[in-house]
């Protein structure tokens, strides 16, 4: 894969205008859109839940990028599904002895599946079951909110990854021009940016200068 995928985080938008956002992001260049699923368990803050997935679906065929960060994912897996995302990810640290159950049942419908570990579970926790996710996140920030300072020992992770050639590996958390170029080099073929594309005047130059 040498084609970096870009998923700008909605999570720094215009809540009142998600669909007006999101058409911005696709013209300017997105190949995805990063929707963050917050329970105020898992992490320190709440967000949306699937029937904001869903309204964004019928507003865009864009792929949707959903990363849950909640407890109990098993619950309220299917309600994403149903809800018409392309991806979906959850976290290790919340699925544990459930994970390979929870990638099967995302897959058998026809989407991808995503582990992600925060920045203290290290990558050898999650070898055991890389041979069947489509893609693993690795978290840079810890999860719950935008804007963060990205951290640099967590980006090593993707260096662990790149033998497997099939995974889609992707970051999140302090993604901008020079801490993209950092995880691509790492071998990082996936990057959300939220704060950074939300924040610059052109989000089209934002979009291309993390390629
Ligand atoms: C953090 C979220 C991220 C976040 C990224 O918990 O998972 O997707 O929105 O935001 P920035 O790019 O602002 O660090
Ligand atoms: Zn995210």
């Not at 020079?178 to 979009?207: D, P, R």
């Amino acid at each position: 894969m040498s084609e970096i995928i870009i998923a700008p985080s909605i999570l720094s938008g215009d809540f009142a205008n998600l669909e007006r956002d999101i058409k911005n992001l696709e013209k300017s260049g997105a190949d995805w859109i990063h929707i963050d699923v917050m329970d105020g368990h898992f992490v320190p803050n709440l967000t949306i839940g699937a029937p904001v997935v869903k309204a964004l679906r019928n507003v865009t065929s864009i792929p949707l990028d959903v990363h849950l960060m909640i407890d109990n994912p098993e619950k309220y897996i299917q309600d994403f599904i149903k809800a018409g995302s392309d991806i979906i990810t959850f976290h290790y640290e919340a699925s544990k002895n459930n994970t390979l159950n929870l990638i099967k049942e995302i897959q058998s419908h026809g989407i991808k599946a995503g582990l992600s570990i925060k920045p203290k579970t290290e990558v050898k926790e999650i070898i055991p079951f890389l041979k069947m996710p489509d893609l693993v996140l690795i978290m840079t920030v810890e999860p719950g909110f935008g804007g963060q300072k990205f951290m640099d020992e967590c980006a090593l992770k993707i260096k662990e990854l790149t033998d497997y050639k099939n995974l889609i590996i992707e970051v999140d958390g302090g993604i901008n021009d020079k801490t993209a170029k950092i995880c691509t080099n790492y071998g990082a073929n996936a990057l959300v940016a939220g704060n950074y594309v939300f924040s610059s005047s052109s989000m089209k130059e934002a979009i291309a200068s993390l390629r």
